[in-house]
């Protein structure tokens, strides 16, 4: 018999409907979710491997939409191996998975030549807290191994937050902190920050400072991107910068605040229904280029 044909959404379409479903969602309370600094990075629960990339904004959000709290991550094949399953009634969160493609491209002279390029693959990971061992042995190694996994050394809030608002601060585009807003002036080519002493905590303030610094990345003279025009330009930039301050926020550990932006997001989130997962996946990697260039990634 016939093998039927998978009509169904392929997987960059149900990673594009997973977070428009998060950006339109009108329940997210006003919380903002502080640094799990004693829990470390989001990683692969049995090599350690830590997400690089855009992925670790694709695992915060998922994790906004699971409720989770543990950064630790693992494929179903590698749970399976272990004897550990995905609890009943949980899902997966899609992260993407770099490929390189080549192909031999013949001239008309008869020589050949061979193109390459990447594309990016969604791939299903679970969080350890969704995963259940098949016996009481394998229930208690997965135990073990998420302690072990935890079992790092913590750093105090105030070696943190100095860290972060170094990082800050030896961005080179000059900010002014004055008056009541938050902004990028890309004809200035500067950031207006309001005071100080405004700011609910340092976090808060950080968080804020990476998404303006995240906007300056596009002037001109670093990434070049589009930075006005139309609505839709506008919100793409605005989802650049918002995502490129999570990735930001993400490596120099501080708190952000995406449930507080709830009309933000849905006003960007129709830039991801007209352009799917084209747009979604230029979005991540500009975003990740802005992050690179204020925070770069730590081996």
Known sequence: MARKKYDGPRSEEILVADLVQLMESSDLPPWRREW???????????????????????????????????????????????????????????????????????????STEVAAWVSFKPVCVFNA???VGGDDASQAALGDQISEALGQR??????????AESVLEAWPVTTTWEGTRAFYSPGQDQITMPTRNS??????????????????????????????GSRS??????LVAELASVLICYRIRVGF???????????????LKEGGSKVLFQVLSEARKAADLIAPEVE
């Open 36 to 110: 799990r600094g004693e829990q470390g990075q989001h990683r692969n629960l049995l090599s350690g491997h830590v997400y690089r990339g855009s992925n670790p904004i694709l695992l915060e959000l998922g994790s906004l939409m699971r409720g989770h709290s543990l950064p630790l991550w693992l494929g179903a094949s590698e749970a399976r191996g272990k004897k550990w399953f995905p609890r009943k009634g949980s899902k997966a969160v899609r992260i993407v998975r770099p490929q390189l493609n080549q192909r031999e491209l013949e001239g008309d002279d008869g």
């Open 129 to 131: 807290a969704d995963l």
């Open 154 to 163: 913590q750093e105090t809030t105030i070696d943190r937050l100095e860290h």
């Open 199 to 228: 700011f609910r905590s340092a976090e808060a303030l950080c968080a804020t400072w990476a998404h303006e610094q995240a906007h300056s990345t596009g002037h001109s003279s670093r990434l070049a991107r589009k930075m006005s």
């Open 233 to 238: 330009e506008y919100a793409k930039e605005e």
């Open 257 to 271: 605040d995406l449930q507080n932006h709830a009309s933000y997001l849905k006003s960007w989130s129709s830039i």
